[in-house]
C-alpha cells in the first residue's frame, strides 16, 4: 500500500511538471514576440499594429531608386562546352537584389569538373558588387551531356561611385583537374666514357 502511495504522488508530480511544460512553450510565442517589439531585435511583432488596409511588408530603404545601373552579363567558356547567361544585360537600382541565371552545358562524351572565375568591368566596380549566391563559389562536375542553370543573386552597393553608370560581369568557366598533356620529355643523353 505505501508503495502504491508514492507511485500515484509520483504521478501527481509528473502530470504537474509535464503541465508547466506545456504552459511554459504555449506562453513562449506571445513573450518572444513582447520582447522583439520591445528590443527592435525582430520584426515578427510587425504586421499587427498596421494600418487596417495598409501592406505589411516594409520598402526597402536601402535600395536608391535615384540611379540605375545597366549591369552586362557576359560568359568565356574554355574548352568543348555550352555557357551563357539567360540575359545579356539587366537594369537595376543600387541596394536592390538581382537574380540572373547561367546555363551550362557538358557536351563532350566524358564527365568533367569545371569552376567558373568572375572578373568585373570597371575595375573599381569589383568591391560593389556583392554576389549573395554565386555558381563561382564552388566547383560543379557534370556527366556527358548533362545540362544545369545556376544563379547569380547579387546586389550593388549604394556606394558605387556615381560616375559608373555601366557594370560588366564576366565569368571565365575552365576544367578543373582535366586531361593535361605531358610535359616533353628531353632526350635522355648518356655520358660517354673517355677511353684511354
Partial sequence: MARSGENLK??????????????????????????????????????EKEVPGGSTAKANTQIDTSRTITVEFDANAHGPWIFKPALTTL????????????????????????????????????PHFNKIECFCFQQYTLDPGEKKQWPVVFVIDPKLPRDVKTITLSYTFFEVGGKVPAPPQAAATQPTEARS
Fill in 91 to 126: 537594369q537595376v537600382h543600387p541596394g536592390q537584389l538581382a537574380t540572373v541565371m547561367y546555363e551550362f552545358q557538358n557536351v563532350q562524351d566524358r564527365r568533367m569538373s569545371a569552376q567558373a572565375i568572375p572578373s568585373y568591368a570597371p575595375r573599381e566596380a569589383g
Fill in 10 to 47: 509520483m504521478v501527481r508530480k509528473l502530470a504537474v511538471v509535464a503541465a508547466g511544460m506545456f504552459g511554459f512553450g504555449y506562453a513562449l510565442v506571445p513573450v518572444y514576440k513582447h520582447i522583439c517589439e520591445i528590443t527592435g531585435i525582430n520584426v515578427l511583432a510587425l504586421g
